[in-house]
């Protein structure tokens, strides 16, 4: 109990705080000199730790703790100002320069709103509304491309696109006020880091009501006071129903936004979209895509797959006609398949009934059956595999064949392992 009465007197004369966290319960231990001896005298980790290096530095030292406030953390912490943006975003404008994003083409005129927008220095933070699938989100893929490219206003050449996880920021995240203060420790970091930060916020009407709980302020409040005066600038995301739904009820939040709309492309400019992003599928799957086939799963996902929008469903389309095709390549054929099922099936039953006979039942007529039916398998198997390994070796040839034509023309190089 002493030790607990020594925390509490540290939490609240000390620290002038309310609750004892186990910081204060290691300092006490630490000041407590019969049980930091007895401690120490089992590890001697224990000798290293100095009393007053952890009163001195006490918010530095637990600056990653979860018990810790972000109101707490002075000066002497602010050196690592990067920690809550790295933990809770994604860098786009960092996996644009690793060559991890697809080109984005035909949205042209979005990302040139976009930039319209973010120049401005009051409702500098643009909202794009569009149906599921129609690209909202490749189009600030696109803007981080632009970014690296250098294809954009000084003022935006150096800035870096931060993806904001609401999932991460939310997750774990119990205790009262928690959320509140990762959101705050993200919008510090924003506003105090070196380089200029642009935060993306796709399904943004999740902010609304997000870490609202018992009583306290959500996200969108958290947010509304720094977009207003042009401190943050936010490029959000959301689809036309949800932006209806929360953010035109809350007039204050629609103020801080100016809509850009994201419209499904017609069959021409799908195509478009759908020959920039072919290579990245060809090196995913190993296959060589036609030009046909990128025609056809934009004209089929169309007609045939009325609930979802382009260029979604056409990408969706191709990617698993690709699947199937890279899987037909490396796998067994399901024939062979089908026939090796029934021959397990055929040897299990002829085990089981030898073993009543040799227990005086009779199954002779039985296992014959069997027999004369594993026979038949065995020669129909056979005549499949020596088909199937046919058309492997032509496969191979036809594969080479082309592999030297591109060769011969000077192409970009394709992998046509799997056609």
Known sequence: MKIFTDAWNTTSIEFKKEKIRSGFLLLAICQNREIFEMLASGSKLWRQIKPETITEKFYQITSNSIESDTSEITSENQTNQQRAIDQYTINLTKRARDNELDPIFEREEEIKQIIDILIRRRQNN??????AGVG???VVEGFALKIVEG????????VELLTLDM?????GAGIKGEFENRLKAVIKDVKSSPVPI???IDEAHTIIGAGGS??????A???KPSLARGELRTIAATTWAEYKKYFEKDAALARRFQVIKVEEPDEEKCLHMMRAIVPKLEQHHHVFITDSAIKESVKLSRRYITSRYLPDKAVSVLDTAC???ALSQSSTPPEIEFLNREKSRIKREIKLLTRESLMGYTQDERIQNLELKESTLNKQLNKQKKQWEKELAISTKIIQIKKEMMNYLDLDEVDVTKT
């Open 221 to 223: 409040n958290l947010l």
């Open 323 to 325: 699947s199937r095709i």
């Open 198 to 200: 642009i935060l993306f």
């Open 126 to 131: 643009p909202i794009l509304t569009g149906e």
């Open 151 to 158: 294809d954009v206003p000084k003022n935006l050449k150096n």
């Open 214 to 219: 018992q009583g306290s302020g959500d996200a």
């Open 167 to 171: 999932g991460l920021l939310q997750a």
């Open 136 to 138: 909202k989100t490749a």
